[in-house]
């Protein structure tokens, strides 16, 4: 028996025996049961950096976080400490009004809603803003409606007035905040 022939037989049984092996490891797999899916994130991302962009190629959202999962059953993003920076293309204009938003936790079920918790804060990055800070609590966004709602505390800072109470809600859809319990202003005379 050649050295050519003995080299196709060893191969030939060896290749019988890693199929074999592949079909005894596949079988020992076990299946990840919906309970598994639901309690432990399908991925977890460190120092996260997201960008969204709308059809026309422009920048919309930037979304920074420490820690971010993602749990795939529930279409679940939850985030730590995130900070984003929404891009408001009024009026078709060239440069979007910039706007940053903190929280100290998110979370965000694709297209559907998103809440924050924790010190939030959001304030303007462009030019002459009208309003110079919103701070509260907690938020819940619907995307589907596009109303933002909270029955905590907001505080609504602007460049010569500070309007305050609980229970608010905003309506993206007709650009008005609705703020239904002890609502306070204070007005100051322009500079």
């Known amino acids: 028996m050649g050295v050519t022939l003995r080299s196709m037989i060893l191969a030939g049984i060896l290749i019988i025996m890693a199929a074999i ?9 076990p299946e990840v049961s919906d309970e598994t899916l639901l309690k432990y994130p399908t991925f977890i991302a460190k120092n996260f950096h997201g960008e969204n962009y709308n059809e026309e190629g422009q920048l919309t959202a930037v979304i920074d ?6 749990f795939e059953k529930q279409t679940l993003i939850t985030l730590e400490k995130p900070t984003g ?6 009026n078709q204009q060239q440069e979007p009004n910039r706007w940053q938003i903190k929280a100290m936790k998110g979370s965000y079920i694709i297209d559907s809603k998103a809440s924050l918790e924790g010190s939030i804060v959001l304030t303007p990055l462009h030019q002459d803003p009208t309003l110079k800070k919103i701070s509260t609590e907690k938020v819940d966004y619907n995307l589907i409606t596009k109303e933002i709602f ?3 505390l907001i505080v609504i800072e602007g460049q010569n007035f500070i309007n305050y109470g609980t229970g ?11 703020i239904s319990g002890e609502p306070h202003a204070r007005y100051y005379p322009a500079n």
Do not use: A, C, G
């Open 21 to 29: 092996v592949y079909r005894l490891s596949v079988n020992l797999i």
């Open 65 to 70: 976080s420490p820690h971010v999962e993602y």
């Open 85 to 90: 920076v929404w891009h408001d293309y009024q």
């Open 150 to 152: 909270s029955d905590r």
């Open 168 to 178: 608010f809600k905003v309506d993206l859809n007709t650009d008005t905040i609705t």
